[in-house]
């Protein structure tokens, strides 16, 4: 039997909608819209496309969206005065430097100036330090839309035996912390992982975030394990096309896992919609407006 189809593009609706249901209520408490404001340096294609798409949503969702547009250039002095702006500006809730920047730029002091309060991208040292000792703090948004899919799908974690394939800061080492805290058997798997299939074949939920084309297969996979996809990757379909795939060879593993993410509509949807999501937090700790986060 084929594995279970896991929507991420319809929880993410479904995520955005009840997003946008809360924000009248902070508006009205607040006298402000939540506010998102995001730094686009320089003239990367897919970050102006992926830019472009998180302004759009954030209005759909009623908040108010800024983006800040800086030449290529830019160094790093002025776009840490920027930043010092945005931290003060009580109108901005949440700060997103879009990554990557430009070489002279060092990106982790870019990171580390940003208010841990309006750190919606959950990547400041302050917020990992709060996710690795088990405090509230602001999550990377796409393990944070990996774990909202998993509990969606399987419900109680606990005793779980987890393989995070890949140690990055912003997927892998926060999604194993996610892990952690939902009392699971973590183990991170990486390039250097001895017999990584047999490492994977242990595990009941399994997430790829490599970056590797295809690289999971299906006799990795223990029969019924949940496998969140994390890779998107454009490979060559012939004929001067191109297709997305993820990490995971979809096509053979959906007939041994019990559920499985597609690419594309798997965690792609997540990763703005888990934004919004932050970026609503935010905006209630920073204004001093009560709020139950259960309700997103």
Known sequence: MSAAIIDGKAFAEGLRERVAALVPA????????????????GEDPASAVYVRSKGKATEAAG?????????????????????????ADATVDGILVQLPLPKQIDEQAIIAAIDPNKDVDGFHPVNAGRLATGLHGFVPCTPLGCLMLLKDQLGDLSGKEA?????????????????????????????????????????????????????VKAEW??????????????????????????????DEV????GAITPVPGGVGPMTIAVLLRNTLVAAHRNAHVPFDKGMI
């Open 163 to 215: 393989v995070v394939i890949g140690r990055s800061n912003i997927v892998g080492k926060p999604m194993a912390q996610l892990l952690l805290g939902e009392s699971c058997t973590v183990t991170i798997a990486h390039s250097k992982t001895k017999d990584l299939p047999a490492v994977v074949r242990r595990a009941d939920i399994v997430v790829a975030a490599v970056g590797r084309p295809e690289m």
């Open 26 to 41: 902070f508006e009205q408490a607040a006298g402000r819209k939540p506010g998102l404001t995001v730094v686009l340096v």
């Open 221 to 250: 996979i223990k029969p019924g394990a949940a496998v969140i996809d994390v890779g998107i990757n454009r490979i060559d379909a012939g004929e001067g096309k191109t297709r997305l795939v993820g990490d995971v060879a979809f």
């Open 254 to 257: 959906k007939e041994v896992a």
């Open 63 to 87: 908040m108010k969206s800024d983006t800040i547009r800086l030449p290529a250039e830019t160094n790093q002095d002025e776009l840490l005065e920027l930043v010092r702006k945005l931290n």
